[in-house]
T-cell receptor
Framework: GQQLNQSPQSMFIQEGEDVSMNCTSSSIFNTWLWYKQDPGEGPVLLIALYKAGELTSNGRLTAQFGITRKDSFLNISASIPSDVGIYFCAGRAPSGNTGKLIFGQGTTLQVKP | DTEVTQTPKHLVMGMTNKKSLKCEQHMGHRAMYWYKQKAKKPPELMFVYSYEKLSINESVPSRFSPECPNSSLLNLHLHALQPEDSALYLC?????????????FGPGTRLTVL
């Protein structure tokens, strides 16, 4: 089945540093979503991308839908302690007209004050 | 408003019990989903309802039984579960369940099976 490779698996950074994570796929996607999940809570949607090349910002977060449609990245600028959590990318393939999302394995972010 | 609510927040049950998880959304979405999530892993899709009809069952054991009474409500009935079924159960909803559709998740129900 389709898989998403999300990297890095984990990051431990100093407060104020910028963060970058990405997801790649062996096949093309027509939707990329980025979620953040706090322990014991549900994933919260951060950014949704629908067009190749699209670059979207949400506060300190910026995400891009890769031109090849096989990748996406998420950047967090000037990290703060509340950025701690697990970040998941998720994508939908063009043939996936059923609403089914494919998830990456997640990037665990820890921020040292 | 992009809120999906789930009850209960926590549930502990024995292997012979019958219980139900509930999910509700008032965003006018016509697709609703059940996911199972183990610690530090991504959500795994269980069921999809589109326009109140079951459209996807990801080969889930029959001890999990979904129900969609109306377009705003989604239930998951549990019976004779196993300890390995302990997990965070997430509900999500989206506008149509197809195309360029964004899923919004609820806070989850933490299920422990003894």
């Amino acid at each position: 089945g389709q898989q998403l490779n999300q990297s890095p698996q984990s990051m431990f950074i100093q407060e104020g540093e910028d963060v970058s994570m990405n997801c790649t796929s062996s096949s093309i996607f027509n939707t990329w979503l980025w979620y953040k999940q706090d322990p014991g809570e549900g994933p919260v949607l951060l950014i949704a991308l629908y067009k190749a090349g699209e670059l979207t910002s949400n506060g300190r977060l910026t995400a891009q839908f890769g031109i090849t449609r096989k990748d996406s990245f998420l950047n967090i600028s000037a990290s703060i302690p509340s950025d701690v959590g697990i970040y998941f990318c998720a994508g939908r393939a063009p043939s996936g007209n059923t609403g089914k999302l494919i998830f990456g394995q997640g990037t665990t972010l820890q921020v040292k004050p | 408003d992009t809120e999906v609510t789930q009850t209960p927040k926590h549930l502990v049950m024995g292997m012979t019990n019958k219980k139900s998880l509930k999910c509700e959304q008032h965003m006018g979405h016509r697709a609703m989903y059940w996911y199972k999530q183990k610690a530090k892993k991504p959500p795994e899709l269980m069921f999809v309802y589109s326009y109140e009809k079951l459209s996807i069952n990801e080969s889930v054991p029959s001890r999990f039984s979904p129900e969609c009474p109306n377009s705003s409500l989604l239930n998951l009935h549990l019976h004779a579960l196993q300890p390995e079924d302990s997990a965070l159960y997430l509900c999500a909803s989206s506008q149509r369940g197809s195309g360029a559709d964004t899923q919004y998740f609820g806070p989850g129900t933490r299920l422990t099976v003894l």
